[in-house]
Nanobody
Framework: QVQLVESGGGLVQPGGSLRLSCAAS????????MAWFRQAPGKEREFTAG????????TYADSVKGRFTISRVSAKNTVYLQMNSLNSEDTAVYYC?????????WGQGTQVTVSS
C-alpha cells in the first residue's frame, strides 16, 4: 500500500505561484504512475497533471497547460506540482494519486485558494 501526504497549499493572490508536494512511502515513485487531481466546490474531481513511471512523460489538463509543471525527485520519493499564474478557477482541494493501471492510492488533499 502506498501512502501519500500532500503539503504546500494555502492562500495566494491571482497571478501568484505555489508549489505542492506529495511525499510517498511504501513504494518507490519511480515504479508508479503519479498524478495530481483537484476538486473545486460543487464540482467533480478532475485530472490536473500526471507523470508516467515508464518514460517520465508529463500530461496536463488543457486548463493548466503552460502554467503548471509536474515533476518528481526520486531521492526524496516526492512528486511536485509547480503552479504559476494562478487564477480563481484554480481554487480547489488538490489530491495526489498513485497507481499502475489505475490510481488506487490517494492523499488526504491540500486546499489551494486563489483570492485577492
Amino acid at each position: 500500500q502506498v501512502q501519500l501526504v500532500e503539503s504546500g497549499g494555502g492562500l495566494v493572490q491571482p497571478g501568484g505561484s505555489l508549489r505542492l508536494s506529495c511525499a510517498a512511502s511504501g513504494h518507490t515513485i519511480d515504479e508508479l504512475n503519479m498524478a495530481w487531481f483537484r476538486q473545486a466546490p460543487g464540482k467533480e474531481r478532475e485530472f490536473t497533471a500526471g507523470i508516467s513511471w515508464s518514460d517520465s512523460r508529463p500530461t496536463y489538463a488543457d486548463s493548466v497547460k503552460g502554467r503548471f509543471t509536474i515533476s518528481r525527485v526520486s531521492a526524496k520519493n516526492t512528486v511536485y506540482l509547480q503552479m504559476n499564474s494562478l487564477n480563481s478557477e484554480d481554487t480547489a482541494v488538490y489530491y495526489c494519486a498513485a497507481g499502475w493501471n489505475q490510481y488506487s492510492s490517494w492523499g488526504q488533499g491540500t486546499q489551494v485558494t486563489v483570492s485577492s
